[in-house]
């Protein structure tokens, strides 16, 4: 049952951030285009929601690094150390991690708030929102606790040095 949730997760993730990605891609086209074409139907907006939609998808995608332990980090001198080792870093590290983005969803919450409070709007004619824009800061954070939770569950309690040690074997995804 719990799998089955976290494959629906993982692909929710997948396509959302894809899906919005390929909208700011559009938007960018059509606002290029307008630009050079028709110049007189160029929106003001459409630089502005795509800078909001790959904002979202960053945030989104947060969630997946964590996951698939692809985020920046110092793996050269971590897989010098031994598995036991390693999982004392790894188990660290999490909590590290969940201390950080619990930290920044409760103040990203806390913005959002404020913004939905003062009905904060752009400065374009679109007048749009921008707690909705805040609102990924909250919300990929606690994706990326989530991910922390699980993560840190599996150090501590189902850890497999087959599979969770650096080896320097990995593929490198480029």
């Known amino acids: 049952m719990l799998s089955a949730v976290v494959r629906v997760w993982n692909e929710s993730e997948r396509v959302l951030t894809g899906v919005v990605a390929a909208i700011a891609l559009l938007i960018s086209c059509y606002e290029m285009a307008t630009r050079y074409f028709f110049p007189r139907m160029s929106p003001d907006w459409a630089t502005e929601i795509v ?20 985020h920046v980090r110092a793996d050269l001198v971590v897989r010098l150390f031994s598995p036991q080792t390693q999982r004392g870093m790894e188990i660290f590290n999490c909590i590290i991690g969940l201390g950080f983005c619990g930290v920044v969803c409760w103040f990203g919450i806390a913005v959002v708030d404020f913004a939905y409070m003062v009905d904060e ?3 374009s004619s679109l007048l749009f929102p921008i707690f909705l824009y805040y609102l990924c800061l909250p919300v990929g954070m606690f994706l990326m606790t989530l991910r922390y939770l699980i993560r840190l569950y599996q150090y501590i309690f189902a850890f497999d040095p087959d599979t969770m040690v650096i080896t320097g074997d990995e593929d490198v995804h480029a």
């Open 51 to 70: 800078i909001y939609l790959i904002v979202w998808a960053v945030f989104i995608s947060g969630s997946a690094l964590v996951r698939d332990n692809r």
């Open 121 to 123: 709007r752009s400065e």
